[in-house]
């Protein structure tokens, strides 16, 4: 079935980096546009990334831009965050997302992992 | 950048009302605005896509409605597994987007 599995988190001193990786699997991986989503202890959801389907086109919100990487292999149906430079503020569990529509950057996000938790402290 | 005021931030309702929110727009987003409900500790589910769709296999008690920067989220006879938290969501074509704070509901 259409299946998105992250891994990669854990806890981590400011200012290190992590990579988080999304598993895909169930659908033509190459075909969707990818996101990251974010929410921390108690709070709302924050999106923070998107991949285009061939990964030409990358766009992040403010809070991450400058210190976080969007990526994907579709020849591995995988995609990535690289976070550098972690702050406290971006303790969270991440969520990667799959576009709904094929080819879409801005869409509804149909499928989501069940996330991987980041925890940035000293 | 723009901005979602999504109300209200929690509501309590009896097993068979009608719940309804709202989630106002900065800006013109034409129909570009989705919900989703999140059960605790669970993932976001996508119920509602361009303000009106209702995604495959969702329960036909929910439904969305509005345009422009005015938006309703609707379940028409509230049942005990829809207590969750709910959150509207913008976006265009360009820049996926901004969630709204989320609505909590809970039974009474």
């Known amino acids: 079935q259409v299946q998105l599995v992250e891994s990669g988190g854990g806890v981590v001193q400011p200012g290190r980096s992590l990579r988080l990786s999304c598993a895909a699997s169930?659908?033509?991986?190459?075909?969707?546009?990818m996101h990251w989503v974010r929410q921390a202890p108690g709070k709302g959801l924050e999106w923070v990334a998107v991949i285009s389907y061939d990964g030409s086109n990358k766009y992040y919100a403010d809070s991450v831009k400058g210190r976080f990487t969007i990526s994907r292999d579709n020849s591995k149906n995988t995609l990535y965050l690289q976070m550098n430079s972690l702050r406290a503020e971006d303790t969270a569990v991440y969520y990667c997302?799959?576009?709904?529509?094929?080819?879409?950057?801005?869409?509804?996000?149909?499928?989501w992992g069940q996330g991987t938790m980041v925890t940035v402290s000293s | 950048d723009i901005q979602m005021t999504q109300s209200p931030s929690s509501l309590s309702a009896s097993v068979g009302d009608r719940v309804t929110i709202t989630c106002q727009a900065s800006q013109d987003i034409s129909n570009y605005l989705n919900w989703y409900q999140q059960k605790p500790g669970k993932a976001p589910k996508l119920l509602i896509y361009d303000a009106s769709n209702l995604e495959t296999g969702v329960p036909s008690r929910f439904s969305g409605s509005g345009s422009g920067t005015d938006f309703t989220f609707t379940i028409s006879s509230l049942q005990p597994e829809d207590i969750a938290t709910y959150y509207c969501q913008q976006y265009d074509n360009l820049l996926p987007g901004t969630f709204g704070q989320g609505t909590k509901l809970e039974i009474k």
């Open positions: 169930g659908f033509t991986f190459s075909s969707y546009g």
């Open positions: 997302a799959k576009t709904k529509r094929e080819n879409g950057v801005g869409d509804a996000f149909d499928i």
